[in-house]
């Protein structure tokens, strides 16, 4: 991809190793909402609990929330949109 909404050092320093591998890295959900320039985390509760905007996450056995990096960055691209057109780049009229 090559790409971040914001810069890498908003990254948690521990997770900054991982970026070659972006699918080890797991965000917190406030860690997420600062990555997507979200005003608050209570953005991703919601979409969770009614099923919108489409961004897995991971909920581990203890009950915490979590975003890989990889699915935050593949939502993103998958979000691209071309200039006045509600289509994906390459996607059929």
């Given at each position: 991809?090559?790409?971040?909404?914001?810069?890498?050092?908003?990254?948690?320093?521990?997770?900054?190793?991982?970026?070659?591998?972006?699918?080890?890295v797991?965000?917190?959900?406030?860690?997420t909402?600062?990555?997507?320039?979200?005003?608050?985390?209570?953005?991703?509760?919601?979409?969770?609990?009614t099923?919108?905007?489409?961004?897995?996450?991971?909920?581990?056995?203890?009950?915490?929330?979590?975003?890989?990096?990889s699915?935050?960055?593949d939502?993103?691209?998958?979000?691209?949109?071309?200039?006045?057109?509600?289509?994906?780049?390459?996607?059929?009229a």
């Open positions: 991809m090559g790409f971040y909404v914001m810069s890498i050092d908003t990254l948690p320093k521990a997770a900054q190793k991982f970026l070659d591998e972006p699918e080890r797991l965000l917190t959900s406030r860690e909402a600062k990555f997507l320039r979200l005003k608050s985390p209570q953005s991703l509760h919601n979409n969770r609990s099923g919108r905007g489409g961004l897995p996450w991971v909920k581990l056995p203890n009950g915490r929330v979590y975003y890989r990096l699915d935050l960055t939502w993103i691209a998958g979000s691209v949109r071309t200039p006045h057109s509600s289509r994906r780049p390459g996607e059929a």
